[in-house]
């Protein structure tokens, strides 16, 4: 059981960390296609995107390390 779930929290650590870019760029390709400026709206597309992935990223690191210690 164990070994299980140490596969697939590393699988879920590199989706997290593989997916969530992935989605970051498809917002940004559909705001280029919707034709918004870019250039005015980058910096708010980042800080958003970033506040987001942060707080994602940090759920996922600390479901990965709690249960690392639960299986030792």
């Given at each position: ?7 697939f929290n ?22 280029y296609f ?39």
């Amino acid at each position: 059981m164990s070994i299980i779930m140490e596969i697939f929290n590393k699988r879920f650590l590199v989706y997290s960390l593989v997916f969530f870019p992935a989605f970051f760029g498809f917002g940004l390709l559909m705001n280029y296609f919707s034709g918004y400026d870019l250039d005015k709206n980058l910096s708010d597309v980042f800080t958003r995107t970033r506040i987001i992935f942060s707080i994602v990223f940090y759920i996922f690191l600390n479901l990965y390390q709690g249960s690392k210690k639960a299986t030792k």
